[in-house]
C-alpha cells in the first residue's frame, strides 16, 4: 500500500492554521498513524486510529479520515511544532510510511 | 523510565555484516511487538522488519529480505537484527521500535544508531 502526503513542505506562521493530507493507494479502514519528527530526533507518534490522539499530545492537534483520504489538522500553531510529519499504514505488511511534509516557518 | 537504547551501528564496507543490539528498560519486552525502522540521511522513514512477541512470526521488507534477520532475546530483554551483504542503499540511522501488536502504532522509539556502508 503507497501513501502519498501533500503538501511536501509548507510555510506557516504561528497562530495559523495548517492541514495535511495522507492519501492511500487502497483502502486502509482508519488503520492510519502520524509522526511528528524533528531534526536529529526520533519520531514522536501523536495520532493512531486515524483520529485518535497519544496521551499527552496536545489538543490543538487532530486527526481525520477513512478509507483511502486522511488527514492531520494543527489548529493553532506553536512554535515547537515546526517540523516533519509522517503518516503510516500497519494493515498490512510491508508496513508504509509517506514520505513526509516538511513544516516550516514563515 | 520507559526506553530503548539502539547500539552496534558504526562504518562498515560494502558486503560485510553488522548485528544491531536495542535493549529495552521500564518494560517486559516479551509482551510487545517490535520493529525496527531505518531512515537514510536527509531521507524518509522506511519500515524494515518486524518480530511477534513469542518470536512466531517474523517480516521483512523486500529491500532487506535474505539479507537482514531479526531476532529477540526476551529474557535479556533485547531485540537485534543481523544485517549481512551491506549496500551502500543500507547507510542510515536504524531505530527500534515497540507496539502492543503488529496493528498497533509504535509508541515508544529508541534514539536511533547510525549505520554508514562505504568503501
Known amino acids: 500500500i503507497q501513501l502519498t502526503q501533500s503538501p511536501s513542505s509548507l510555510s506557516a506562521s504561528v497562530g495559523d492554521r495548517v492541514t495535511i493530507t495522507c492519501r492511500a493507494s487502497?483502502?486502509?479502514?482508519?488503520?492510519l498513524t502520524w509522526y511528528q519528527q524533528k531534526p536529529g530526533k526520533a519520531p514522536k507518534l501523536l495520532i493512531y486510529a486515524a483520529s485518535t490522539l497519544q496521551s499527552g499530545v496536545p489538543s490543538r492537534f487532530s486527526g481525520g479520515g477513512s478509507g483511502t483520504d486522511f488527514t492531520l489538522t494543527i489548529s493553532s500553531l506553536q512554535p515547537e511544532d515546526f517540523a516533519t510529519y509522517y503518516c503510516?499504514?500497519?494493515?498490512?505488511?510491508?508496513?508504509?510510511f509517506g514520505p513526509g511534509t516538511r513544516l516550516e516557518i514563515k | 523510565e520507559v526506553q530503548l537504547v539502539e547500539s552496534g551501528g558504526g562504518l562498515v564496507k560494502p558486503g560485510g555484516s553488522l548485528r544491531l543490539s536495542c535493549v529495552a528498560s521500564?518494560?517486559?519486552?516479551?509482551?510487545?511487538?517490535m520493529n525496527w525502522v531505518r531512515q537514510a540521511p536527509g531521507k524518509g522513514l522506511e519500515w524494515v522488519s518486524s518480530?511477534?512477541?513469542?518470536?512466531?512470526?517474523?517480516f521483512e521488507a523486500d529491500s532487506v529480505r535474505g539479507r537482514f534477520i531479526i531476532s529477540r532475546d526476551n529474557t535479556k530483554n533485547s531485540l537485534f537484527l543481523q544485517m549481512n551483504s551491506l549496500t551502500v542503499d543500507d547507510t542510515g540511522v536504524y531505530y527500534c521500535?515497540?507496539?502492543?501488536?503488529?496493528?498497533?502504532?509504535?509508541?515508544?522509539w529508541g534514539q536511533g544508531t547510525l549505520v554508514a556502508v562505504s568503501s
Open positions: 521500564g518494560f517486559t519486552l516479551r509482551t510487545y511487538h
Open positions: 521500535t515497540r507496539a502492543s501488536s503488529g496493528y498497533e502504532p509504535p509508541d515508544i
Open positions: 503510516q499504514q500497519l494493515t498490512t505488511y510491508p508496513i508504509t
Open positions: 518480530i511477534t512477541s513469542s518470536s512466531s512470526y517474523r
Open positions: 487502497q483502502g486502509i479502514s482508519s488503520d
